[in-house]
T-cell receptor, first 112, second 110 residues
Framework: KAGVTQTPRYLIKTRGQQVTLSCSPI?????VSWYQQTPGQGLQFLFE???????NKGNFPGRFSGRQFSNSRSEMNVSTLELGDSALYLC???????????FGEGSRLTVL | SQQGEEDPQALSIQEGENATMNCSYK?????LQWYRQNSGRGLVHLIL?????REKHSGRLRVTLDTSKKSSSLLITASRAADTASYFC??????????FGTGTSLTVIP
């Protein structure tokens, strides 16, 4: 069974640009959540999608958005990038509403 | 704001020794989970303990949960160099939201 796949693994952008990150969950998993990890703040919850509906949202500005498709694949978008958006963005999936999270390897975003 | 706080932030031990990490949280939970992260990689699930459980074992891992104190501990026995990683507790709250702590960085010296 394939694990959670995140693309791209690494990317470099400049301030003001936008970025789209992709996440393919484990087959059969309907819940996908996104986290931002930085050295100073640890893992911060961004949002969670379940069956194409955003179920929860963390305390991030509106520049951060996401969506989930009918095949459970998810994308997150960050517009008008700021230097502080440099982070490891982690996607996680799980089969239902409880249980363990399965993480991808992350997308490392550097904003110059 | 983050739900979980791990203690200590960093821990360095000799191979063969035991490592204990603690986690405190703030609100009601369905369960508490521990994850491990090797540098710059994704997190890997280690163990889940439900709110009505007090202790759980998995191999060299032992987890305790005290809901009255809103705290949990992770014990790794007979540590190995390969256990070097960051360890995070995560609380699965009744609102279907996970909160992760800031993590404990464990270094096991061969």
């Amino acid at each position: 069974k394939a694990g959670v796949t995140q693309t791209p693994r690494y990317l470099i952008k400049t301030r003001g640009q936008q970025v789209t990150l992709s996440c393919s969950p484990i087959s059969g998993h309907r819940s996908v959540s996104w986290y931002q990890q930085t050295p100073g703040q640890g893992l911060q919850f961004l949002f969670e999608y379940f069956s194409e509906t955003q179920r929860n949202k963390g305390n991030f500005p509106g520049r951060f958005s996401g969506r989930q498709f009918s095949n459970s694949r998810s994308e997150m978008n960050v517009s008008t990038l700021e230097l502080g958006d440099s982070a490891l963005y982690l996607c996680a999936s799980r089969s239902g509403q409880v249980g363990e999270l399965f993480f991808g390897e992350g997308s490392r975003l550097t904003v110059l | 704001s983050q739900q979980g706080e791990e203690d200590p932030q960093a821990l360095s031990i000799q191979e063969g020794e035991n490592a204990t990490m603690n986690c405190s949280y703030k609100t009601s939970i369905n369960n508490l989970q521990w994850y491990r992260q090797n540098s710059g990689r994704g997190l890997v699930h280690l163990i889940l303990i439900r709110s009505n459980e007090r202790e759980k074992h998995s191999g060299r891992l032992r987890v305790t949960l005290d809901t009255s104190k809103k705290s949990s501990s992770l014990l790794i026995t007979a540590s190995r160099a390969a256990d070097t990683a960051s360890y995070f507790c995560a609380t699965d709250t009744t609102g279907n939201q996970f909160y992760f702590g800031t993590g404990t960085s464990l270094t096991v010296i061969p």
